[in-house]
Each structure stands twice: as structure tokens, then as C-alpha cells.
């Protein structure tokens, strides 16, 4: 370990201290009592594989060092208190037993979520007091939501000892997103937060969530993976993600599969010619051309990296943004930016992450061409006319875990 990483690692578990320190300290003021315990759950970012999981297709995330930290306490008399540092609001007291999906709470609909899902599971939980601080950027595509999901659950299941294996939280924060909150996503964001560990990307098959940590220590190969938040969300997001879905359904069903994943990439041609010939929309075709290519860019990567040819996926992940940009279209002009001004400049490689029309693009870089890319990212944008972007590198990072 290098002189410089050492004083990393001690400046993060100073941060850590001070930051369980904190939260405590408002739950304390707050409830009267000290929590029980402090957990942490982190966001995450994907390295490749965008809108493949709830196709049952392969996804590489990696945790980030921002997480979302929970003190909590058990209760047994039904009564669900939660508040935030990072929302404007006092106290959210809710009932358990009177839980029900789709009745609002804007940010507290994500724990909330999390308790019905595991009382809809058969679990005793009677309560519980929840003061949550997250450093996660939202709307960044950095799955803020998830980290709060995570982060109960965890606390949850050690508090009830209820002894639910990581991925089984998971699987329990992706139904409290989709059924509770309303949002048809897949499970990887979940797995990331609760599964991922220090120094690797997970390769995850989201059919069985078989899943294999892979190493990513990419200071050892002279790169660095950053990540530019554009500050940036758009609208046109809300409804497109359930739209897409749906269009791969559609897809899944018109040539007489279960999911996408059971299209092999060397079937992908003919595939599309008998989409045409059912007569499906052009979005469909665009869609199912993503999503099986996507699933091919994962196992190039997977194999670049077993092989320790890093450097070589950078055109993978640009092929993975051509792809979102174009067959899927979930893309806007800040990424695209991001993108091409990063590549211009001398990345290896670049693409959007997440769910799009804002939010985070990644770019493969030489360490030492680091601080010259990101300058020309930022002067992009500047001169485009748009605030100037969050650049920080991807470190990988540990999942959910128990703090104090």
C-alpha cells in the first residue's frame, strides 16, 4: 500500500467515525434514547449491462464509497417513526399495520416500503425508530433509493433477527420499490448496495443472482474509472423506463420467449427480422437490439477483465453508450457531451450509466490524463451553457454492512 492510499484509507475511517458519531447524535436528540445500532448501505455504478436486469440478462456494478447511513431503533408496539438530515420535513409516523403501496410519502415511501415488504414476507416486524443521512448524489443515477432500501433492510433483519441472506434483502428492497413505491425496476441496484465488496465489480446474472466478485483495482493498471454527475434530470424520465420495459416484453413475447435473456447474441439477427415480420414498432426492434447486445458487451468486458486486458474495454463501453443512445434512447445532450468530449480528450472509453435522460456517465481514463479530461469536461459544459458537472473517481467499494 502506497504512502497515499494509506493516508485515504485513514481519512475515510476518520469520515466514517464522525459520520456514525453524527447520525447517533440526531437520533438521540430526536427520539430520546440512543439507536441500537448505526448501518451503512452505499449506491452504486455500473460499469456495463444498462437495462438488462429486469430482462433476467448480466449487469457489472460496482459499490461507491457514498452511502446512505441509518441509525435505528427496535420497537414493538407498531409505530414506524423515520426522519432525514437530507429532507426538508419533520418526523414521518406511519402505523405498520396500516402500510399499504401506492399512498405517497414521498421519501419515506422507500423505507416504509422496505418494512411492509418484509411483514408481506411473513416477517414479525413490530416498529422500529430510523434516522437516515445519505451522501449518495440523487438524481444522479447513483441509486440513491437503493442505498435506503438496502440500509433498512439490513438494519431490520439484525434488529429482528430474521437471519435473510444479503441477496435476500436485496430481493426485498427491489419488491418495496416495485410494489410498495411503484417503480418496475430490477434487482440490481439492490444487489449492488447489499452484495458488492471493497476492491471488486460484481458479475451478476440477475436470472438466479449467481453472482462472482471481480477484481477491479484499477490503480494497479495506471487507469482510473470516473464518474461525472451531469447535475442534470429530465422529465422526459419519469414514465420512460416502464415504457422501455414494457417494449421488451413486448419483444420477449413476440418471438415466443420468457425474457430477453433467452435470445442468444448470435441468434440477434434473425430475431430482428422476425420482429419485422410480426409487424412490430420500430421502438421494440430498437430495444431488443440493445438489450441482447448489452448482455454480449457484459461478457466481453467479464472476459477482458479475467484477462487483464483493461484498457480494452474502453470500446466496449462505447459501443454500450451508441447503443443507449440510439436503440434504447435514454440518452440526452449532457451525456452525449460527457461522452464525446471525454473521448476527444484521450479517454479509453466513455458511456451513460443508470436509467438516463440525466444523471451520470462514466469514463475509463489513464490516471495521469485524469485531471486534464475532467478539465475539459467541465470546460464543455461551460460553454454549452450548463452548470458545471460532480467528477469523483469510481473507488470500489464495500456493501452494506453494520457500523456500530
Known sequence: MTSETASSKVSEVSDTVEAVEAVRATFTELYGKAPDGVWAAPGRVNLIGEYTDFNDGFVMPLALPHTALAAVARRTDGELRLHSTDVPGGVVQLRVDELAPHEGHGWAAYPAGVLWALR???HLVTGADIQLTSTVPTGAGLSSSAALEVVTALALNDLFELGLSPAELAVLGQRAENAFVG????VMDQMAS????????LYLDTRDLTQRQVPFDLASHG????VVDTRVKHALGDGA???????????????GIRTLRELPYEG?????????EAGADESVVRYVRHVVGD??????VIALLDAGEVRAAGPVLNEGHISLRDDLRVSCPELDL??????????LGARMTGGGFGGSAIVLVEEADAEPITKSVREAFLSAGHAAPGVFPAVPSAGARRLS
Open 295 to 300: 448482455n454480449h458487451r457484459v461478457e466481453q
Open 194 to 201: 447489499a452484495c458488492c465488496t471493497d476492491g471488486h465489480a
Open 338 to 347: 460527457v461522452v464525446a468530449t471525454a473521448n476527444a480528450a484521450g479517454a
Open 223 to 226: 487507469l482510473q474509472l470516473l
Open 183 to 186: 417503480v418496475p425496476c430490477g
Open 241 to 255: 423506463y416502464a415504457e422501455r420495459r414494457a417494449g421488451c416484453e413486448e419483444g420477449a413475447r413476440l418471438l
Open 268 to 276: 440477434l439477427g434473425a430475431a430482428l427480422d422476425t420482429l419485422a
Open 120 to 122: 408481506e414476507a411473513g
